[in-house]
């Protein structure tokens, strides 16, 4: 059979997306639904001294009102997990007491109407006694500083250190260092659908439904299931389609308990749909963060060591970004040969919405640090930026390549497999770097930026798989992945269609439903291909291998010489001499395999290379020519995976150049739509030009089918390589500025040009 496995497959999903068949969330109708609207806080930082319920009530098409005291039936508590020595403050489901962000919930009302229920979450009145606020990291860590957490005494929830090598020796006489201080405003995730989620209860049975835009239905359910004190199994919950997440959808939101609640509490089907504002106050953000590196080489440009100091922005409560500066620091090690790491992370609470993560995950922020201290050191020692990287980086024959860094403290970071170099080499050739460097000897005012970056891929929790394989040849894959428009159930269907050797047209992939799986981690951090990729692929081994020994004894031949398929079994080179495959399959029906894949992680590579251009009179930028050298191992559909790098870069130019989610001091939130919030729109990318190096991985027995990430490898290295282009563009034109702030916005650029702040 025709390897499937490589091929560039059109996605299935588009069709129905296309023509306006998708099933999301906010489009269901079901018999008696009722819509759901949020009272929220209108300041970032006040004590509610009353809520007031009776004027939303006495509306017209009100079926109630709701604060947190009207629901005892609800646990009023998130609880996401804390990290050793941090001290969390969980995130109520609705407010009591203090607010503490701008779109915090106070209440809730359900009318039989959309619109009669958002006027009555209008009507709801509350009394406010305003406090003193702290919007970012550097106004919360001030002397002085309004305190969110009265219990805590200041807005630091805690420390986290990590570190290798000698560092002493490492910054010791004789060591050439650098120094730099970056800030890295907030992003939101930036998808197409705005949150949205909807419930009904089956009152015979007491099985709870809900459907939500998520990327991890199994936490929705177990969340649901403990705050509203009912057995996992008695709750359901579904991802038809999920326009868009990003990492901002990966955590478990108010609004999805507050549904199923309501719809348990009154019988009838409970819908809410977030406005754009809405979402994005409301939604967790990413970045926010402040730090400080300083960077040690040699006078050749050998590293030495990096010293790191992070400020991390946690928001007003604990959520998964208070777990995030793990995946900061791990990622300052990059592609090269670091001897000594010695990085601290303060974990600040502010008066803005909690942080999560969003595409990169923190890799980028921890990239950004590296490259841009790469990029200082090679200006400082005069060596070109591409040299001093490719002499620091970790070459092929050290592979696998134990960094010295300890994930969460207990795991080793061991790069299992890849060429640095020969991507190195790639981007620069793709780019025209040495034709580049002298355009710019005879005059050419262009700037060229090259950024490495090494993601981890990978939860390392268990993940399940079920592959059935239908009497009619159909084969049914139930995977525990909740996809927001990778393409899940295409490449799956590859990979289980490669493994079964079954036509790939004749399987069916089942995903984002808790039906399908007992359990299943969040669709994060790149780990799909990986760990549901290889979980696939281990069912569909194992159902074949049943059918075979099935077909084996009813042919009664040996294994090898049987071929098997949608129609049944046959002995090879004997025509007449078959089985059907409804006769293989009885008296059992579909032929039924599990299968149980636990990672230990792995690592995907990237160099980014990118041309570009300053106008000095408008101070805009031109982006002429972007490369992007990517080992993911082996592809499972290279159209994908190159879709997938676009997708990414398109969210590394708008991390670098205009995403902002601007909070003043006081933590009044002013960008809280796209007519404030600028995404890059028609003409970003100008020239992107991915390369896909294929360098397949060594097999270390947990990843025997060599799946790497491509999801954020996109993403992670673009911000220090437009940075990097930028500055060396403005060098030509006789400015020397080092930009460390993102975004670089024109008004930034503007500054830059003309020697303002």
């Known amino acids: 059979m025709l390897a499937v496995i490589g091929r560039s497959l059109l996605r299935r ?30 300041y970032p930082h006040a004590r509610v001294d009353g809520v007031h319920l009776d004027g939303a009530r006495a509306m017209a098409g009100v079926l109630g009102a709701f604060a947190a005291m009207d629901l005892p039936e609800m646990e009023n508590r998130l609880n996401d997990p804390v990290p050793a020595g941090m001290r969390g403050f969980p995130r109520p489901v609705l407010a009591t007491g203090t607010v503490r962000y701008v779109g915090e919930p106070i209440a809730v009302v359900v009318a039989e109407d959309e619109r009669v229920a958002a006027d009555a979450a209008e009507a709801v009145e509350v009394e406010y006694t305003p406090l003193a606020g702290a919007g970012d990291v550097l106004t919360a860590t001030e002397a002085g500083a309004p305190v969110l957490h009265a219990e805590l005494g200041s807005n630091v929830a805690g420390h986290y250190k990590t570190g290798f090598g000698d560092i002493t020796s490492a910054f010791a006489a004789g060591a050439t260092v650098v120094r730099q201080t970056f800030r890295l405003n907030r992003v939101i995730g930036g998808y197409m ?14 099985q709870l439904t809900v459907w939500t835009s998520t990327q991890w239905v199994h936490g929705v359910r177990d969340r649901i299931a403990m705050l ?11 991802a038809s389609d999920v326009g868009g997440g990003f990492g901002a959808k990966g955590q478990v939101y108010p609004e999805e308990i507050l549904v199923a609640a309501l719809a348990r509490r009154l019988g009838r089907p409970v819908r809410w749909v977030a406005t754009r504002t809405e979402d994005t106050q409301a939604t967790a953000h990413s970045h926010g963060d402040s730090a400080t590196a300083e960077l ?26 208070l777990g995030q500066s793990d995946n900061i620091l791990s990622h300052v090690v990059s592609a090269y040969r670091l001897p000594a790491l010695e990085a601290e992370s303060t974990l600040v609470y502010t008066n803005a919405v909690p942080t999560g993560f969003i595409r990169g995950g923190g890799r980028e922020v921890g990239n950004f640090i590296v490259e841009r201290m790469m990029d200082g050191l ?6 070109d930026p591409a040299e001093l990287r490719r002499r620091n980086l970790i070459g092929p024959e050290r592979m696998p390549y134990t960094t010295g860094y300890l994930r969460m403290g207990t795991r080793p970071v061991v790069y299992d497999g890849g060429d640095y170099p020969r991507l190195l080499d790639t981007a620069l050739d793709a780019v025209g770097y040495q034709a580049g460097r002298r355009r710019q000897a005879a005059g050419e005012r262009i700037g060229i930026g090259v950024a490495c970056c090494v993601e981890s891929a990978g939860i390392q929790q268990p993940e399940p798989a079920t592959i059935r394989i239908q009497p009619n040849g159909d084969v049914h894959a139930y995977l525990g992945s909740t996809p927001g428009g990778q393409g899940h159930r295409t490449v799956f269907a590859q990979v289980v269609a490669q493994h079964l050797s079954w036509p790939v047209e004749r399987v069916q992939v089942f995903v984002g439903d808790t039906s399908n799986v007992s359990n299943s981690a969040n669709t994060a951090g790149s780990r799909s291909a990986l760990e549901v990729g290889n979980a696939a692929a281990a069912a569909a081994r194992e159902a074949r291998r049943r059918l075979l020994d099935r077909a084996q004894t009813a042919l009664e031949v040996a294994a090898d010489d049987v071929r098997v398929g949608p129609s049944g079994a046959e002995v090879r080179g004997v025509p007449g001499r078959q089985v059907g495959l409804a006769e ?21 590579g990237a160099v980014h290379a990118v041309t570009v251009s300053v106008d000095p009179e408008t101070a805009t930028l031109r982006i002429l020519r972007y490369v992007i050298a990517h080992d993911c191992g082996q592809p499972i559909n290279p159209l994908l995976v190159n879709g997938q790098l676009q997708g990414g870069l398109v969210h590394g130019l708008g991390y670098a150049l205009m995403e902002a989610a601007v909070y003043q001091p006081d933590g009044t939130f002013i960008t809280p739509n796209f007519l ?42 673009a911000p220090a390589a437009i940075v990097a282009a930028i500055e060396d563009a403005l060098r030509t034109l006789g400015v020397d500025a080092t930009l460390s702030t993102l975004p670089v916005t024109p008004t930034r650029l503007f500054d830059a040009l003309t020697g303002g702040t």
């Open 13 to 42: 999903e588009d069709r129905a997306l296309l023509l306006g068949q998708g099933q999301f969330a906010g489009d269901l109708q079901l018999p008696g639904l009722l819509h759901m609207a949020v009272a929220r806080s209108v």
């Open 193 to 206: 659908e705005p949150r949205a989620s909807a419930a009904v209860l089956d009152v015979d049975s007491g």
């Open 228 to 238: 509203l004190d009912l057995p996992p199994e008695q709750v359901r919950v579904r």
């Open 296 to 321: 040690a080489a040699n006078a050749d440009g050998t590293l030495r060591g990096l010293r790191v100091q992070l400020l991390h922005d946690v928001g007003a409560y604990a959520a998964p970004g």
């Open 378 to 383: 090679a200006r400082q020692l005069g060596l």
């Open 584 to 604: 293989l399959l009885e008296p059992d029906g579909p032929l039924t395999a599990h299968a149980m894949f636990q990672s230990s992680g792995a690592y995907t």
């Open 676 to 717: 404030d919030y600028t995404l890059p729109g028609r003409g970003l990318p100008a020239a992107v030009q991915p390369a896909l190096v294929e360098v397949r991985s060594p097999v270390l027995g947990n990843n025997p089918e060599g799946f790497k990430g491509v999801g954020e490898t996109g993403t992670i290295a």
